[in-house]
Antibody
Framework: QITLKESGPTLVKPTQTLTLTCTFS??????????VGWIRQPPGKALEWLALIYWNDDKRYSPSLKSRLTITKDTSKNQVVLTMTNMDPVDTATYYC??????????????WGQGTMVTVSS | EIVLTQSPGTLSLSPGERATLSCRAS???????LAWYQQKPGQAPRLLIYGASSRATGIPDRFSGSGSGTDFTLTISRLEPEDFAVYYCQQYGSSSWTFGQGTKVEIK
């Protein structure tokens, strides 16, 4: 059974750097075709893809946020970490991590974490 | 970046009725890389359809997806009470993912 869980601060101040951790189980991020992505959702708004890291350490970022994002993985700890710099109140959102297995769901995120709400406020 | 536009914004229907949701892309999307999700309040999205028409594990057959190129459709053949939710389409292409703005299916 695949599970993912996001963790990190619930409140950050403007201009600070946000660090979120996705801890997963039930799969290995060293298996060919596997990826873990981050998606966020401001309150009452739509989903927005942020970043994804593949089993081979290939990384992809949202073009509009690329300069602010870094995604890394620690395969031994079954964790993926997302950092976002220069946080602003418009970045207030629920942040989700999600599993993707390219050879099965072809770029779709088939299992999602429960999400973690991050508020940006001074 | 490919922009996905979903319509209508809100669909008001009764249980038992048929729901037809549209997702239009700003440029052609490979059918292999079009997905649909369901999201209920306070919950994470759930994958319904991938590859434009393949149901994800455990998804009832009243959900079906179709389309190609720039026009895709999610159809719910007979709405059950648990189907009232927000639905998002998503595409993967050129190493980037985008989501539509969502369609809310509400009880009439």
């Amino acid at each position: 059974q695949i599970t993912l869980k996001e963790s990190g601060p619930t409140l950050v101040k403007p201009t600070q750097t946000l660090t979120l951790t996705c801890t997963f189980s039930g799969f290995s991020l060293s298996t060919s075709g596997v990826g873990v992505g981050w998606i966020r959702q401001p309150p009452g708004k739509a989903l927005e893809w942020l970043a994804l890291i593949y089993w081979n350490d290939d990384k992809r970022y949202s073009p509009s946020l690329k300069s602010r994002l870094t995604i890394t993985k620690d395969t031994s700890k079954n964790q993926v970490v997302l950092t976002m710099t220069n946080m602003d109140p418009v970045d207030t959102a629920t942040y989700y991590c999600a599993h993707m297995y390219y050879y099965d769901s072809l770029g779709a995120f088939d299992i999602w974490g429960q999400g973690t709400m991050v508020t940006v406020s001074s | 970046e490919i922009v996905l536009t979903q319509s209508p914004g809100t669909l008001s229907l009764s249980p038992g009725e048929r729901a037809t949701l549209s997702c239009r892309a700003s440029q052609s999307v490979s059918s292999s890389y079009l997905a649909w999700y369901q999201q209920k309040p306070g919950q994470a999205p759930r994958l319904l359809i991938y590859g434009a028409s393949s149901r994800a594990t455990g998804i009832p057959d009243r959900f079906s997806g179709s389309g190609s190129g720039t026009d895709f459709t999610l159809t719910i053949s007979r709405l059950e009470p648990e189907d009232f939710a927000v639905y998002y389409c998503q595409q993967y292409g050129s190493s980037s993912w985008t989501f539509g703005q969502g369609t809310k299916v509400e009880i009439k």
